[in-house]
Nanobody, 124 residues
Framework: QVQLVESGGGLVQAGDSLRLSCAAS????????MGWFRQAPGKEREYVATIGYPGRMTHHADSVKGRFTISRDNAKKTLLLQMNNLKPEDTAVYYCAARTTPTTSTSAAAYGYWGQGTQVTVSS
């Protein structure tokens, strides 16, 4: 079984920054693609960013491009999301997800493992 645990969420003001972390443990290979998704109240889960293994290939949703950066520390089995210039519309629960292959994907259906999520709230 694979466990993913997110941390780093919180309440911030518009324009502030946050860094989310996701620690992977359990019977998991570190040689897999990972991603971040988010879900706002009353909305469907939305793709945010994805990173392949070992980390050269990344992709960000248009809504966060230039503000968010996904990265990974393979030695520590940790996924990161640096979020700068946060906006109220970024308010959501942010989920870490892992695939079973090293190839990136923007589709939630391609991810087999999910964390419990961390709340990010951005006030105006």
């Amino acid at each position: 079984q694979v466990q993913l645990v997110e941390s780093g969420g919180g309440l911030v003001q518009a324009g502030d920054s946050l860094r989310l972390s996701c620690a992977a443990s359990g019977r998991t290979s570190s040689s897999v693609a990972m991603g971040w998704f988010r879900q706002a109240p009353g909305k469907e889960r939305e793709y945010v960013a994805t990173i392949g293994y070992p980390g050269r290939m990344t992709h960000h949703a248009d809504s966060v491009k230039g503000r968010f950066t996904i990265s990974r520390d393979n030695a520590k089995k940790t996924l990161l999301l640096q979020m700068n210039n946060l906006k109220p519309e970024d308010t959501a629960v942010y989920y870490c997800a892992a695939r079973t292959t090293p190839t990136t994907s923007t589709s939630a259906a391609a991810y087999g493992y999910w964390g419990q999520g961390t709340q990010v709230t951005v006030s105006s």
